[in-house]
């Protein structure tokens, strides 16, 4: 079975903290991408990557970097944490034109304090 | 740019009945994707759905389907014989085919199938 795997289910940080939100998937895709997801919101695009060290500004990327230094792997970097960056974040990874849809993680639901 | 409405922040039925879920969107585009995504309480968003915008007859994946109407951009969804596991957030989603590295997604409708 296909997995896109969040490290952390939860995650509690405080103020000012840089925090590392890590996601691996298993499936060769070249695309990665994080989302954050808040009630009424939907889910907003932070950053997306299309190739190793390669990376795209979403919607909202102030606040937030990300790092892919394997194909597998892409994470995000909270540089200094606040608490309005207390949401769910999402991983998501696709194959090519992603046009068959994107395969999600669980999502990490981060409190910052 | 792109958007995508979803009107109904709220949903109930009952089990076994049928139900449907509104999504309306705003493109200049004319080759498109759209999606019906499901996150239920474990969190883990599912692919439910998918409709090429170029195809004019309506996806369906057993109780599922959906009323893609291009004209007016609208892309409902049913759930017929609703079943306690489609309890659930339910995420309509857009994506053009020029650019999809660019999925757009509605705030979410939050059904409820009640016993």
């Known amino acids: 079975d296909v997995k896109v795997t969040q490290s952390s289910r939860y995650l509690v940080k405080r103020t000012g903290e840089k925090v590392f939100l890590e996601c691996v998937q298993d499936m060769d895709h070249e695309n990665m991408f994080w989302y954050r997801q808040d009630p009424g919101l939907g889910l907003r695009l932070i950053y997306f990557s299309y190739d190793v060290k390669m990376k795209e500004k979403g919607d909202i990327p102030e606040g937030y970097s990300v790092s892919r230094e394997k194909k597998e792997r892409f994470s995000l970097i909270l540089e200094s944490a606040s608490t309005n960056q207390t949401s769910m974040y999402l991983c998501a990874s696709s194959f090519g034109g992603g046009n068959y849809g994107y395969t999600f993680g669980s999502g990490t639901r981060l409190t910052v304090v | 740019a792109q958007t995508v409405t979803q009107s109904q922040p709220e949903m109930s039925v009952q089990e076994a009945e049928t139900v449907t879920l509104s999504c309306t969107y705003d493109t200049s585009e004319n080759n498109y994707y759209l999606f019906w995504y499901k996150q239920p309480p474990s969190r883990q968003m599912i692919l439910v759905i998918r409709?090429?915008?170029?195809?004019?007859q309506n996806a369906t994946e057993n109780r599922f389907s959906v009323n893609f109407q291009k004209a007016a951009k609208s892309f409902s969804l049913k759930i017929s014989d609703s079943q306690l596991g489609d309890t659930a957030m339910y995420f309509c989603?857009?994506?053009?085919?020029?650019?999809?590295?660019?999925?757009?997604f509605g705030a979410g409708t939050r059904l409820t199938v009640k016993p």
């Open positions: 989603a857009f994506m053009t085919h020029y650019n999809n590295n660019d999925m757009r």
């Open positions: 409709q090429e915008a170029y195809k004019q």
